[in-house]
Each structure stands twice: as structure tokens, then as C-alpha cells.
């Protein structure tokens, strides 16, 4: 079972969930400081940032070892275009 704790940062509390030894941080906490009402549009707006995509995909060169660089490649190129989405998925 995971464990939370809880770290306010400029007074937004933000969740920190631990799951063995991998910390999760709430991007939904992190988004309410800068628009309570509106978490999902400031998440879903970070996606489409191609500097959020080049981060995630180092992320994943480093830490996942099915990783597939080449279909990563049309994420990347799509990325920050008016026609580019990416949702976050668990699994």
C-alpha cells in the first residue's frame, strides 16, 4: 500500500505519494497553485509542452527499459502543435 505525506510549498500543500522506494508527486496539486479551478486545463496544457515531452522521454531512456525511442520520436514531433494531446494514463 502506498504512503502519503503531505509538503506545502509557497502554500499549496502538495501530495507525495511513496510506493516502495518511488516517490510520486500530484501534478493536480502542483496545478491548483497556479489555478484552483482549473487543474485539468493547466495539466493538459503542460502535456502538450514540447520541453514536458523531451523530459518525460528522458525520464523514460532512463528508467524504463521497454522503452521505445523510435515511437517516442512522434510524440516529440507533434509536440507543442494545436492539434497535439497527450492524457495522462496509469498502468
Do not use: C
Not at 516517490?23 to 503542460?46: F, Q, V
Not at 521505445?68 to 497527450?86: H, S, T
Request: net charge negative; no cysteine; aromatic share 8%.
Amino acid at each position: 500500500m502506498a504512503k502519503s505525506k503531505k509538503l506545502e510549498v509557497k502554500g499549496t500543500e502538495i501530495t507525495i505519494l511513496q510506493h516502495e522506494t518511488d516517490d510520486y508527486i500530484s501534478l493536480t496539486d502542483l496545478a491548483r497553485y497556479k489555478d484552483s479551478e482549473h487543474t485539468d486545463d493547466i495539466i493538459r496544457n503542460w502535456l502538450r509542452n514540447r520541453n514536458t515531452i523531451e523530459l518525460l522521454g528522458f525520464s523514460e531512456i532512463l528508467n524504463n527499459p521497454d522503452f521505445k525511442p523510435v515511437e517516442f520520436d512522434g510524440f516529440r514531433k507533434q509536440a507543442g502543435l494545436n492539434n497535439f494531446v497527450l492524457t495522462p494514463s496509469g498502468g
